[in-house]
DNA sequence: CCTCTTTATTTCGAGGCTCGAAAAAAATAG
DNA sequence: CTATTTTTTTCGAGCCTCGAAATAAAGAGG
């Protein structure tokens, strides 16, 4: 049994959980409003309020928005303390290397982006290239250093969320590095690596609920094709690895040679560099191109718009690609709203028509046949924004504990 | 948000399931059993016990295994009351409905088996005759009827498990059957309505919960060609459908017409229709049939493991289509135990070989890439204790609100 | 300016729950 | 018949949520 046996005090950690949604919502809340909000009774709301403001985790805020000229007592609007906890990201891309100070209501606090040859870098170099940018801006902001309570990774490649490892990525040529042991130990504090493609859709489901809610799946279109899947409002992850290796679905038995060393699969097709490989007329067996420029690859989609020829056929080939992957995807989990993002989603045009083409009747049976996609062509805001929801919640779910918090920022390291 | 606010009693509420579900694992336990397998401390067994004791849930065995001549105050053995219920199964499918009154302890008190010509069965035939088995179980067990609580039903075909209906089926021209609706108004209990495959995943993890724990694959490849699947211990379940239709996926693009009206699907290639259409000689787009029957699958079969011809190859392109459709799994979910059930596990032998080479190699940056295949031909007896389970494991989560028993029976319909 | 009304928030008691410690039960050992 | 051992129940402490009543803090109105 999996089961795990239920404690009184779980009681009011889910509902400190509700509570501290509601506020990283809507900013500014009354607890009258957080009443309406949660459900929970006025009492309780009470009581909940009072002791996460002793914790000095929520704040009263006298001055803010206080419904005036009502009449009646006035509500007191309370907020998150953006300065209880502060906590990093980190974004490790081809060549890329992007790191962010948060506060505790999310917002930036200080931020550095380097560029790095990552494709000869080794998974010392990356490590150490990413402690000198964290050091850097820790040692920039006075306190933030103590204050530093978690760091969210997203990374190009395969990881394990339990270890909070990366198992695999294109972008460096080592494997299974553990990111996450290694800060966990310079800083003290617990580490999430997690694939950027999951950092995606647990952004897309905090910046537009509406479209993304319960069920839906991001695609990373770039140098090379992941997937982030939300699944009855959770994040599916997969048993080992914290990805949904969209890209690496089969197409095509025994085709043209993927990144990974198999063939065949949907990144072989979709993927700048298959693109850029069937554009040039190379076999679809010839060895992948470790970079390809966002220059060279707008010039082909260009060309492809301009003319009809190996240009527009090999992002047909894409649409068709990615499409069959659906079409098997839907098979699964039924048909959920697409995200597609990053640069393949800037060529959408080019893709759609075949795309929609394989995908079409998904469900034979008659379910809703509609498949609606939105267009996301810059990937790296929603990565670094995933990554910060990621931090914050795993907060929110730690400061449960109640009396946790009062020693919990004193236990740094560094 | 989708978070539900906690009170009080679900700590009762989820306690009891633990202790419900220890009983259900062991059949007999002491109070101090109960206290290791669960956790939880004696006081709280105590408490617990005496609750499920009075609401006649449990009882107490005194002649049972008494720990004897033994010092110290004997324990006291506690089994689950088989009397305190009776639960209802049915399973629907190709020319076949089976149904199965059970107690409270999971032992058989009456079935029915009957062959029903369903293809030219339309949905009012086959409710008609699913509910005259029915009402002869109840009426031959005198007092059943009073204490029906649950049916479950598995059939083979599409379901949606909220509404438990069936969305559409190869067994019968009718679609959207709403089984669920009509068997609780006619007996005034709730009802569940799964895919076979579904039942047959919950079957194989209390049968062998050694192998079949947490992350698991039951694959029912028979007429058609389904999965059920458990994934982080819970039962993966479509967003809409309850099932996940591997056999639906696509393995190629345009290929050989499915009985779904698509093309190119799984189960275009490696169902009993499929092969035997090959094994014919006819086009791959020519209409499926719409019975196989076992002997003239069978046939074949001896045919392809005699001699090397359109026999032996029609069962290598089935199990190619498996095992490209297991690639896709496997990159989504990573890769899992899988269980093959019903006739073309009986076939293994014939598919193994093209399965595995497609399969292998699956994870391409280096994880564990042994797959374990085991082999269930018949799926009768897996539909029905996954039928059976699910009828008791529901009443399980449902006799927790305590008081809440003490009224139920009565609250029948018939 | 003082009282009335209205709305927000806190306080208080009832009724749950789990748990550890102590008490009670029910056997064997001698 | 008493001591010992093991199981099970009982009791009090310390959680939790909730509804009702009490308290706070405004505007409205004479």
Redesign the pocket.
Known sequence: MVDE????????????RLVLAALRGHDLL??????AQT?????????????L?AEGIVNESRDGD?????????????TLNPEIATIATVELALNLAHTVLFDYKGQVIAQEIRRIPTLDASAGDLTRAICEMLDGLLAAMPGSAGRLMHISMGVQGVTDAASATMLWSPITPDINVAFGEILSARYGVSVAVANDCSMIAEALRWTDPEHYAEDFAAILLSHGIGMGLYLKGKPFLGVQSSGAEFGHMLHVPNGALCRCGRHGCIEAYASDYAILRRTAGEDEQAQPAQDVDAASFNAVADRARSRDGAERAAFRKAGQAIGSGLRSLFSLIDPVPIALVGPGAGVFDLIEADLREIVSGTTGWGGKPDLTIRCYPDEHPLILQGCMMTSLLHLDTQLFA?GDLREAPLRRAI
Chains 1, 2 share one sequence.
């Not at 009354?30 to 009443?35: E, G, K, L, Y």
Request: proline share 7%; aromatic share 0%.
């Open positions: 046996i239920a404690r009184p005090d779980d009681v009011r950690r889910q509902n400190r009354s607890r009258t409003d957080i009443v459900g929970l009774s006025a009492s309780t709301v009470s009581a909940i309020t009072t002791a403001i206080v419904t005036a000229n009502r009449r009646g007592r006035p509500q007191v609007a309370l109640p």
